[in-house]
């Protein structure tokens, strides 16, 4: 069982650019969730995907949006980056909707310049 | 006020130690309780997954829960200095988990 994937591990992008980071899904789930995590803090919840739909949301900009594919893959997608989007950015997988346990990719760290 | 509230540390210990890590919480809606443990630069890991009160005990790990009180813990027996990293506690609300800030851990040989 490969676990969560993400890629790329690392991003560097200057203010104003976009950027999409890709997440695969734990073998046998169905759900994609996004954090964000700014160095010391904990992870912050962006959104979460179900059945190809954005399904919850947290308390972040129209800039973040998502995708997730038949495969149950997702993508986030940032545009407009500013210098604050620099964080790691985590998916977590788990099993409908987020019920259960929910497990962690490596994460993609994003940093903008 | 942040919903889940813990000390940032850092808590250091020498090895053999028994670790005690604490987060508070001010939503009562909260039914499920994790702890995961996170690595510099790494992704966090899964250690424990708790429902509503009472205590749970995976190998040298032990979590506890008191609702009444609104307060989780998560004791470490043996600590070893691979214990040395950042512990998050993590409450489940509508299936999306809200976090503490993290507890750096160093347990010094």
């Known amino acids: 069982d490969a676990g969560v994937t993400q890629s790329p591990t690392h991003l560097i992008k200057t203010r104003g650019q976009q950027v999409t980071l890709r997440c695969s899904p734990k073998s046998g789930h169905d759900t994609v969730s996004w954090y964000q995590q700014a160095l010391g803090q904990g992870p912050q919840f962006i959104f979460q995907y179900y059945e190809e739909e954005e399904r919850q949301r947290g308390n972040f900009p129209d800039r973040f949006s998502g995708h997730q594919f038949p495969n149950y893959s997702s993508e986030l997608n940032v545009n407009a980056l500013l210098l604050g989007d620099s964080a790691l950015y985590l998916c977590?997988?788990?099993?409908?909707?987020?019920?259960?346990?929910?497990?962690f990719g490596p994460g993609t760290r994003l940093t903008v310049l | 006020q942040k919903e889940v509230e813990q000390d940032p540390g850092p808590l250091s210990v020498p090895e053999g130690a028994i670790v005690s890590l604490n987060c508070t919480y001010s939503?009562?809606?909260?039914?499920?309780f994790m702890w995961y443990r996170q690595y510099s630069r790494k992704g966090p890991e899964l250690l424990m997954y708790t429902y509503s009160s009472g205590n749970k005990e995976d190998g040298r790990f032990t979590a506890q829960v008191d609702k009444s009180s609104k307060y989780i813990s998560l004791f470490i027996r043996d600590s070893q200095p691979s214990d040395s990293a950042t512990y998050l506690c993590?409450?489940?609300?509508?299936?999306?988990?809200?976090f503490g800030s993290g507890t750096r851990l160093l347990v010094r040989p």
């Open positions: 977590a997988s788990s099993l409908y909707l987020g019920q259960g346990e929910q497990f």
């Open positions: 993590a409450m489940d609300s509508s299936y999306k988990l809200i």
């Open positions: 939503n009562s809606a909260f039914q499920y």
